[in-house]
């Protein structure tokens, strides 16, 4: 009689080994890259304005375009993911938005330019939720939230050190280069991730996948165990039936998943109010096109290290320690709404404002990952985020017509944290409902 063999002990009851490090590497450039590009237009945008010849305001639709198709991408590659595997759709997504990033080196309206990133959009919106489903599931239980954050600061990484990088490349080749530059970094990493990334053991013992593959993968896992030929990989995760986005309102799942929501399109709409317009704003205000470039590096740096202290929160006290980056997001933006008109405490406010807004979205996103089981996880992530673009083009179409009738700069942040006060009335309950 063949042995078998329990996944979640396997996978949960381990230390973190090199197996996990590789794929915490390999998710982590993924998301490097998915930084950067998501935020390279936000680098160009000034001298973009300029060279189309178009006024500020004229640019909220393009910031607007490409966020809808991360929504659009995050829905639609979810689904995909949890229907045929966590690594086709990351993969996909990564040669999608490489693609089309090259693209947009040759534009030459802000038409084209809209086209252009709501395509980019759809191979973008893919990558956070499946490399977050991936990574929860290979992560140990006790370290889960932990690994999963880390892994998602390579996109506030690749964001921060893209903005150092646009700063020099813009100033020594032109603003094309910085797409051409992001462009490029996809197809270099494409190689290794078809070789040496591997697919979610959870998703492959779940769909019935081929069992020397299980075995391949899990004897790469834990060299230290001795996997008999015949052994047989089983989970008990039930695979929930029908369609997966109907199964997000599910066995008591409804008012979760809206509440959840809810708190993803607020916190977004803050988020990419900040990022999409701050270099902008503050090249408005009378500073350097670096200047603008470097706060907006800051704000993301310091999401970084928000992010990574969340998660660890996480782990030891539960999802109620997201409620520290909630509350601090509207009271550091009130402050900075106050003290917009002096440069040297607005780049230091926004260090802070990085750390609650990024760190706190970070750790939504590894919350989600973890709440909804193995054969709805990459649909429910992918969801969230998809749902919560709905705040994240808000922000950026709001700051276009804020930008273009001319409100102030302090004025723009107070009523950014007003957006940010719903999440603290609309919290869910927090729970961990679907383990």
């Known amino acids: 009689m063949p042995i078998r063999i329990e996944l979640s002990h396997l996978l949960e009851d381990t230390r973190i080994g090199r197996f996990q490090l590789a794929i915490l590497a390999w998710c982590f450039l993924v998301l490097i890259i998915d930084g950067f590009d998501t935020q390279a237009i936000g680098y160009v945008a000034p001298l973009l304005i300029s060279h189309l010849g178009v006024g500020r305001g004229a640019f909220g639709p ?62 973008l919106g893919g990558a956070m939720p499946n490399a977050i489903a991936l990574m929860t599931e290979y992560a140990p239980r006790n370290r889960r939230a932990f690994l999963a954050t880390v892994m998602v600061c390579g996109f506030s990484v690749g ?83 029908g369609f997966p986005v109907r199964s997000l309102f599910t066995d008591g799942r409804g008012r979760f998943t809206l509440l959840l929501w809810c ?44 992010t990574i202290g969340i998660g660890r929160l996480v782990d030891r006290f539960g999802p109620f320690a997201l409620l520290i980056a909630f509350v601090g997001a509207p009271i550091t933006l009130m402050v900075l709404g106050v003290t917009a008109d002096t440069p040297g405490l607005l780049l230091a406010i926004l260090t802070v404002l990085g750390a609650c807004v990024v760190g706190g979205q970070s750790g939504m996103n590894v919350f989600t990952g973890i709440a909804y089981p193995t054969s709805i996880r990459s649909t429910g992530a992918g969801w969230a985020l998809g749902i919560g673009r709905v705040g994240s083009v808000a922000g950026s179409m709001i700051g276009g017509v804020l930008v273009g009738g001319e409100w102030s700069l302090g004025d723009q942040f107070l009523l950014a944290a007003l957006s940010g006060v719903p999440p603290l009335l609309r919290r869910p309950r927090l729970r961990w409902p679907c383990r």
């Open 159 to 241: 964001a921060a050190l893209g903005g150092f990088l646009a700063a020099e490349l813009i100033e020594l080749f032109g603003s094309s280069s910085v797409f051409l530059f992001g462009g490029i970094l996809p197809f270099a990493i494409l190689p290794f991730l078809v070789f040496k990334l591997p697919e979610s053991l959870r998703f492959l013992a779940l769909k019935g996948g081929d069992a020397r593959t299980i075995r391949s993968i899990a004897a790469r896992m834990r060299p230290d165990l001795a996997i008999s030929p015949d052994a047989v990989f089983v989970t008990d995760e039930p695979d929930v039936p």
């Open 263 to 306: 708190a993803f399109a607020t916190n977004l709409m803050v988020l990419y109010f900040v990022i999409s317009w701050t270099p902008t704003l503050i090249s408005a205000a009378g500073m350097s096109v670096r200047q603008g470039v470097f706060a907006t590096s800051l704000f993301q740096v310091d999401g970084a290290v928000g």
């Open 62 to 123: 393009v910031f607007g375009a490409g966020l809808g198709g991360i929504f659009a991408g995050a829905l639609l590659l979810g689904a995909i993911a949890d229907r045929y595997g966590r690594k086709p759709a990351i993969i996909g997504g990564l040669t999608l938005f490489g693609l089309c990033t090259l693209a947009t080196v040759f534009v030459g309206s802000v038409q084209q330019l809209c086209v252009l990133r709501f395509v980019t959009g759809l191979g």
